[in-house]
């Protein structure tokens, strides 16, 4: 006699998997990897290699030897972590650092409360802020963008990044005219294309706003997230730009400086560590773009994004207990 | 194009499969012997009225609805009651049935008009077609078998001002109801009138979905005959049939959590449900049979059929040319609701609405994973509620919390576990939690 399954409804299942969504991010990652090649060449794969092979290697040995569980560093989440990692770091940084930062990455953020869908910090971020208080040095000396095909400049020159002038240059007394006429600081169309010192990810916001308008459409990313923290930076910076525009530059500096784009899009939308509802998804956006400003306005660090982020992420759990669903046929008035 | 009405919460778009939209309502020959459970209505089951060794006629009342939401059951078959015992059914469980040796030759009882005419102008009042409703057996036919005659009587105090007519079909795969709106339309028209007499509502509104564009045009030509019944296309997504959904779409009330359509002056009856009471009302003819669909992908001739209740699936899949080789389960109903059975030996029912055939690689779950938070779930969720939640919740038994977050106003449609990219059994978790919800519900009566 035939044997026939027998299981609950229902009986199909729609062709959405974790894997599909962790490599549908690493194609939305594509373009910034490009313009990040363009910029500092093969340094910048390197670092992105080490990051990603590091990752997978991390976790690989934290599943086999310790956890001894299944192996799932083919679903493509420790790729996107490897290379968020790598996108957070200047393109010299030595291979040494990105290892540790790998191994804070996957072993401390990700590995240790339980692996993939457990962690309530964004690993990759975990990883840079390691890195950044470990080796303070090596982590904000950035390289000068050289573009692959320009000529008569040399390697390994570096310089401080728009927000790192920004910072000195308010905290030495300057006036914004006086820090936007230093010849160091990027123009517009560089800051907007990535032709600009940072680190590999953060260059072009022009990238990285295609790698975010096909998550969104391919249903990865929800817009909420990205937009709230867009829109809270524009307006808290352009309110304290009215007020007083000699000592707060204008708004949409700090929307293509540093690493907003990057945070906004790739970082604070992950799944794990976001909020589980459209309202909620709105608060964490806004409360992000609020301590990134804040951090950058006065805070020691000239660049606030991964600290907005983390600090927004323990607040996860509390806003979805306070963000419910709008629930169908509750105080519903019938017309 | 101006956007179809549809419901605003949630909701998925599966792949519609419907491969035998295009097969005309064939009949089904009898088997030899035929299997009627007790228990096919929503609420008690029937008491039986014959005994073994008794003779019936097609038509005949052999079991009968006792308590308030009960349902009369009527021989399918002319023939001999050869046992009344316990038989497998589509729950799984061994649950008692009346089986009948099938005579070839139909002897209806007496009084039932088996004539094709149509019958258009409706003499009865409305409390005898509520009684008739009642006396011929007649449930909900879209799947949930609720007895109709119970839905007819509107609360004290309660005013139905609209009977919502489902034609939404919103399952993958399923025809049975296309098929009865595409070749019965007369039929189906005049049960939605009689409906409308016995709930003294001033408007019908069949709705159904984008997808059977035949259906509509046909029904709507047909509508121009009839006064107060409006043909509303919406457009395709799952789960519209859902009763809450289907007055969202189409009158945009919202069903308050907890009660009933009526609550906001609506009845809903499903549209094989609306042609049983027309052949019940018009023609005196208890329900006995019902469209359904086979199907599948690898069925070799996807069909529908009209079969009588108690006939066993087995079948039916012989009408459509065998059970493919490779099959892996089979399924009571749609993809998204239906219930797996054990056996091809199990009899249609009246909430019968499909059955579908899996092939092996289709059968089986894909391994579930950590839950990743992508919050799909609850934005497929046309309830509003965070199936990720309520899993956690009922796997720490924590069913007090649960029914906080609303556990009971899920309605088992499946669309989170469908679109769950970790494979992960939420709906499995949901209706656990919602058994243990309700016993505790029951013991604090």
């Known amino acids: 006699m035939n044997q026939f399954t027998i299981s609950g409804s229902p009986h199909i299942h729609g062709e959405e998997s974790v894997s599909k969504i962790m490599y549908t991010v690493v194609l939305a990652l594509l373009p910034a990897v490009l313009v990040s090649a363009y910029f500092f060449g093969l340094d910048a794969i390197r670092v992105l290699f080490i990051a990603v092979i590091s990752c997978m290697f991390f976790e690989w040995v934290i599943q086999k030897y310790i956890i001894k569980g299944p192996i799932t560093i083919t679903d493509g989440s420790a790729v996107v972590a490897g290379m968020l990692l790598a996108f957070n770091v200047p393109s010299n940084l030595p291979w040494w650092i990105l290892v540790i930062g790998a191994l804070a990455t996957i072993g401390i953020a990700k590995m240790s409360f339980g692996g993939l869908g457990r962690n309530p910090f964004n690993p990759a971020l975990v990883g840079r802020v390691f890195m950044l208080i470990s080796f303070p040095v090596q982590m904000t000396s950035w390289p000068i963008a050289k573009p692959v095909f320009a000529e008569g400049l040399t390697d390994a020159i570096t310089g401080p990044t728009a927000l790192g002038l920004l910072k000195e240059g308010v905290d030495a007394g300057k006036t914004i005219d006086q820090i936007l006429a230093d010849p160091a600081m990027p123009d517009y169309i560089d800051r907007i294309t990535g032709n600009m010192s940072g680190s590999l990810g953060e260059m072009s916001a022009i990238a990285l706003i295609i790698g975010g308008l096909f998550m969104i459409w391919r249903k990865v990313i929800n817009w909420q997230v990205p937009f709230s923290i867009i829109f809270t930076v524009f307006v808290f910076a352009g309110i304290f730009h009215l007020i007083d525009p000699t000592m707060y530059i204008e708004p949409t500096f700090h929307l293509f400086a540093g690493g907003l784009m990057l945070g906004a899009i790739f970082m604070a939308t992950d799944m794990v560590t976001s909020p589980m509802t459209i309202s909620g998804k709105l608060v964490f956006g806004v409360g992000i773009g609020l301590i990134t400003i804040i951090i950058r306005f006065w805070g020691a660090y000239p660049e606030g994004i991964s600290f907005a982020i983390l600090i927004m992420n323990a607040f996860v759990p509390l806003i979805n207990n306070s963000f419910k669903p709008k629930r169908f046929g509750v105080k519903a008035v019938s017309k | ?445």
């Open chain 2, 1 to 445: 194009m101006k956007s179809l009405k549809t419901f605003k919460i949630g909701g998925v778009h599966p792949e519609e499969n419907k491969r035998s939209a295009n097969a005309p309502i064939q009949i089904l020959p009898f088997p030899k012997q035929a299997i009627i459970p007790l228990g096919q209505n929503l609420g008690a089951p029937s008491k039986p009225l014959v005994k073994r060794g008794d003779e019936v006629k097609t038509g005949q009342l052999i079991a009968g609805g006792e308590s308030f939401i009960a349902a009369n059951l009527h021989s399918p078959f002319t023939g001999k009651v050869s046992k009344i015992d316990n038989f497998l059914d589509s729950s799984g469980y061994r649950r008692p049935a009346i089986v009948i040796d099938v005579q070839e030759e139909d002897i209806w009882e007496d009084g039932i008009d088996t004539s094709g005419t149509i019958k258009r102008e409706i003499t009865a009042d409305r409390k005898t077609i509520i009684d008739t409703i009642k006396s011929c057996g007649i449930v909900g036919l879209g799947g949930a078998t609720f007895p109709t005659h119970v839905k007819m009587m509107v609360p004290d105090g309660k005013k139905a001002e609209y009977l919502i007519i489902n034609g939404v079909e919103c399952e993958p795969y399923l025809t049975s109801d296309h098929r009865l709106m595409l070749e019965k339309g007369q039929e189906l028209l005049i049960g939605i009138q009689i409906l409308m007499k016995a709930l003294d509502v001033e408007k019908a509104i069949v709705g159904i979905e984008n997808n059977k564009r035949d259906a509509i045009n046909h029904l709507t030509e047909l509508a121009a005959g009839f006064e107060r019944i409006q043909i509303q296309p919406l457009k395709v997504k799952y789960p519209q049939g859902g009763e809450k959904q289907l007055i969202k779409a189409t009158v945009n009330r919202e069903v308050p959590s907890g009660k009933l359509p009526i609550e906001v002056g609506c009845v809903v009856s499903n549209v094989g449900t609306a042609f049983a009471v027309y052949e019940a009302v018009q023609k005196n003819k208890p329900l006995i049979e019902r469209i359904v669909t086979v199907t599948g992908k690898a069925v070799k001739k996807p069909s529908n059929f009209k079969v009588r209740v108690g006939t066993p699936v087995q079948q039916l899949i012989d009408a459509a040319e065998g059970l493919p080789e490779n099959t892996g389960k089979i399924i009571n109903g749609g993809p998204m609701m239906g219930k797996a059975i054990m056996s091809t030996e199990v009899p249609v029912v009246k909430g019968t609405s499909g059955i579908l055939l899996m092939k092996q690689e289709e059968s089986r779950r894909k391994t579930a994973l950590n839950c990743i938070r992508c919050s799909k779930c609850t934005s497929v969720c046309p309830m509003g509620l965070e199936p990720y939640l309520l899993l956690k919740l009922v796997k720490l038994e924590r069913y007090e919390d649960g029914m906080k977050e609303r556990i009971m106003d899920c309605i088992e449609c499946g669309s989170c576990q469908f679109t769950c990219p970790s494979n992960l059994p939420l709906l499995d978790y949901l209706k656990l939690g919602k058994q243990r919800a309700g016993q505790i519900i029951r013991s604090r009566k």
